[in-house]
């Protein structure tokens, strides 16, 4: 976050990528306070494994802002990936005739696909890529046009998590690493989702008829089909729960996006309630300790 914020002043662009399936869980909630007035440019990557109609519905709703444009794109679209440098001379006229170089920065949670789109971009083998979370370590500068120089920034989370939900969300997309969640709690999250949200693609991919009504009987359904049977015959939650999680990941299963707009809004003023509650409770604790300290 520090590099970030320090590098930020000195460039006149940044590009943004996000996962298509959460865009707003993989965004960076202090990059909007951060940027200020620079023009952004958020990628809605792996836009292959989302929901169309919802990815159209997050294009609009971000590019209300001003300084915002959005493309959606995927790694297998080298065509689009190659736009960009279009874009950010569209989005910074003023610079046209001007000597120096446009300088944008590119920054991504791990997992993102950051590094390929780098890649794509220049041409030529800069970032590291993987699937492993946090490949990129230090902030390189990549020329990528006479007029465009793109400088990266390690790929990483920030500590404050804005709602319980984008955390099962990151889970979901392979963005916090596997080694670092509950499989199963992140599973019941997954189930509890896609009944509601995407009944059909569980139905055909798992031949369930009639699906099952709760998270724990889908999940069980999965799990006898799938032979993940451990002892005395009980179904192996832990192993169902990375089959769903690695077959949602790859697309399998269909394509699902885990947010919307009034999706995502409603869920914040829920926490901002949560948090009001909290601080209350807080500070009415530390008015009645005052109390007594300064009785005693």
Known sequence: ????KKALPKVDLVIEVLDARIPYSSANPML???RGNKPCIKILNKNDLADPEITSQWQSHLEQHKHIKTLALNSLQPEKIHQIPALCRKLLPEKKNNIKQIRTMIMGIPNVGKSTLINTLAGRSIAKTGNEPAVTKMQQRINLTDDIVLFDTPGMLWPKLTTAQVGYRLAMTGAIKDTAI????????????????????LQLRYLLDPLPDSELELLESIGKQRGCLGVRGLVDLDKVAKILLSEFRAGTLGLVSLELPDMVEQELAEQAIIDAEKAEKKAARSK???RHTTQS
Not at 182 to 201: G, R
């Open 288 to 290: 009645h300790k005052s």
């Open 32 to 34: 909007a306070n951060l």
């Open 1 to 4: 976050g520090k590099e970030i």
């Open 182 to 201: 509950d499989h199963a709690d992140v599973a019941f999250f997954a189930a509890e989702y896609l009944l509601t949200h995407y009944p059909d693609y």
